[in-house]
């Protein structure tokens, strides 16, 4: 099924007024591209393609430069001219696109077309699925329907327990979903604090099965976003299916019924649920990370973390002081510094921080018109969108033995990248070098989560703002005390301090042999960011090493698409237990382990943060590109597995086809 826009036939009056202008304004390509959709004419890709090389609009985002004035001819201005009459007029038809669908031919001469570039080879299938081209990705033809006793239980209505439940549903089984809260959201309904915006494109960061043409800005804010989850869950009856203020404590895994036995708080009285699959979706942000601060108890003040705000402390005037520059600290600041009267940051080292020219900027609203009112245009757009990480990024993360050898660097990319945030450091602050020396990391960009600008520099050379370098030690009544002993008085203390990132520790879960907890002494793992042994149909969505490759809406996405694939196989198969096992865990792992050793993220110098649990091992992310990653998990390995089959219902077979008469 193709996600289309809703046209209505026979516009007129203002609104058709608007249309003219969205189509008059709209990147040409992009509008050449959905004129073949609409009207099925594959002939107009060759009669305008190439007159209109060059003229795509570029995406307005971190590392991409845009806006470049560019030289076009006049043919090439009689082509665009010629393309938008054309697709005004199919628009306003109201007839139904003639090409719905797409074939991967066809589709990888039009994304040739839309990006200017040739996609690898290896991302023509994952650019096609989260472009937003097809909403069903599965993989295995069903052979028979769930079973009406076979449960699903997804614990966490965020992003990834919406995504789970929307897929669940539509392949047929049935599920619930315990949230702890009461609405949907997960961190974006927690996270409330001053400037809190989401750090992807937010054309990238939504479901692909669910694009939104509306977004207001190119990077929303938290409760645009926010708004985006609570209508995808009322649009699939999400919500119906959720028990919120239902708090999990444990799960235990019943071999010998073959289920999951679920401990929980709703409304502070104790329930229990049981299912045959259990599925996490709590995500590894969890409760607020606190600095281990003597004294703290004694600040007579407010203190506020920034994963739980406190709205009902006024700012106005007061002495505040900060500590924190990761990703919301530096939002904190910048959305603070006006209201306060003094603003003192804490700093333990300097970020990489990404020049962002669209960190603030509202999208046009002709751009949105285009997206809402012309079908595809919002799936090109985002596929534009998503044309950087679709590419090869030799040397961003891995190092280049080679290139360090022959310059002293990390690699290519990444050595890229660092002369362009060095140089937009300096262009901050082209006469103040103690700043910029001060400002600049000592290791390679990823060492730790490079920060994407949203006025930062800016807010530090306010005349109310100092930033200092330290880590906070100690409080007394109005101080507080760091490492070094400098003591600064202030009226509140804010921590931007991250998450206590788990890993499903917090739980009580156990399988066929140790805890969870214990079964991660020393530290988390998993198989395929997903699974763990001895913890039979026990999916951890976001488990170790799934992250940092692609944002959260495409990890999860495969991630879900995986599951689906996993159940359907016990379903066809008559299984009543799959446990991925210790010998395919291990191998994964050990590789896993082995790339991360030559990244970034593990020669990271004297960089520090949350990559690394407990400050050692890095566990959170995966060194392998997506692309590869979304073809490895088209379908379980079953070789993978130990099973059990259900006694009462053996592997599903095909009915046999007799001849028909008359």
């Not at 006469?431 to 949203?454: G, H, N, Q, W, Y």
């Not at 214990?518 to 001895?534: N, W």
């Amino acid at each position: 099924m193709t996600i289309m826009a809703d046209v209505e036939p026979g516009l007129h009056g203002p609104q058709a007024e608007d249309l003219d202008r969205a189509i008059d304004a709209l990147d040409p390509v992009v509008a050449l591209l959905a004129l073949v959709q609409l009207t099925g004419d594959r002939t107009l890709l060759h009669k305008f393609g190439p007159a209109l090389e060059g003229t795509q609009h570029q995406v307005k985002e971190a590392f991409v430069a845009f806006d470049n004035p560019r030289e076009t001819t006049q043919a090439s201005l009689d082509v665009q001219r010629d393309v938008r009459d054309r697709l005004r007029s199919a628009v306003k038809s109201g007839k139904p696109p003639v090409l719905p669908h797409l074939d991967k031919p066809l589709f990888r001469e039009m994304a040739r077309l839309a990006l200017g570039l040739e996609l690898p080879e290896m991302s023509i299938d994952p650019a096609f699925q989260h472009a937003g081209f097809t909403t069903d990705t599965r993989i295995r033809a069903p052979q028979r329907i769930p079973p009406a006793d076979f449960k699903v239980l997804v614990v966490g209505a965020g992003m990834m327990g919406i995504n789970a439940a929307i897929k669940l549903q539509q392949a047929g089984f049935d599920y619930q979903i315990l949230e702890r809260l009461d609405e949907v959201g997960g961190n974006w309904l927690e996270n409330t604090y001053p400037g809190a915006a989401v750090d992807t494109p937010s054309r990238v960061y939504s479901f692909s099965f669910e694009p939104n043409g509306s977004w207001t800005k190119y990077y929303p804010n938290g409760p645009e976003f926010l708004s985006y989850l609570k209508r995808v869950s009322d649009k699939y009856g999400v919500r119906d299916k959720i028990a919120f203020n239902t708090q999990v404590e444990g799960a235990r895994w019943d071999d010998a019924r073959k289920v999951w036995i679920v401990s929980a708080l709703r409304d502070s009285t104790p329930v229990t649920y049981e299912a045959n699959v259990l599925i996490m979706a709590v995500g590894p942000n969890n409760t607020p990370n606190y600095p281990k601060v003597e004294n703290l108890q004694m600040f007579s003040g407010p203190v506020i973390h920034s994963a739980r705000w406190d709205h009902g402390v006024d700012l106005t005037g007061k002495k505040v002081v900060l500590v924190g520059t990761g990703c919301s600290g530096v939002q904190v600041a910048t959305a603070i510094a006006d209201t306060v009267g003094e603003l003192v940051i804490i700093q333990r080292q300097p970020e990489h921080i990404i020049p962002n020219p669209a960190a603030h900027a509202p999208v046009d609203p002709l751009e949105i018109g285009a997206m809402e009112q012309i079908p595809f245009v919002a799936q090109w757009k985002r596929l534009q969108s998503l044309a950087s990480a679709m590419a090869d990024m030799h040397g961003m993360i891995m190092k280049d033995e080679e290139h360090a050898a022959r310059t002293g660097g990390f690699g290519p990319v990444n050595d890229g990248m660092k002369m362009m945030i060095d140089g937009y450091l300096k262009s901050h602050f082209p006469d103040d070098p103690e700043m910029v020396d001060f400002l600049t990391p000592s290791f390679p960009v990823f060492a730790k989560r490079p920060i994407l600008d949203c006025g930062f520099f800016d807010t530090l050379k306010k005349p109310n703002v100092s930033i200092v370098r330290g880590s906070i030690a100690e409080c007394d009544q109005k101080t507080v005390i760091l490492d070094d002993g400098t003591r600064i008085e202030c009226d509140v203390l804010v921590f931007s301090t991250g998450y206590n990132l788990y890993f499903g520790r917090q739980f009580d879960i156990r399988g066929t042999g140790k805890s969870l907890s214990q079964t991660f002494e020393p530290h988390p793992f998993s198989y395929e960011g997903m699974l763990v042994p001895s913890f039979p149909n026990f999916v951890f969505m976001g488990a170790p090493y799934s992250y940092l490759v692609a944002n959260h809406a495409v990890v999860s996405e495969q991630q879900v698409h995986y599951i689906v694939e996993l159940l359907q196989w016990m379903v066809d198969e008559g299984l009543s237990a799959v446990d991925v096992s210790e010998e395919a865990t291990r191998a994964f792992v050990e590789d896993v382990d082995a790339e991360l050793s030559r990244t970034a993220w593990v020669q990271c110098g004297n960089a520090h943060g949350y990559y690394r649990d407990q400050g050692r091992k890095v566990i959170l992310a995966i060194p392998r590109h997506n692309s590869r990653i979304w073809h490895e998990t088209r379908s379980p390995r079953t070789d993978d597995f130990h099973v059990t089959r259900r006694a009462d219902l053996g592997p599903a077979t095909s009915p046999e086809m007799a001849m028909l008469t008359i």
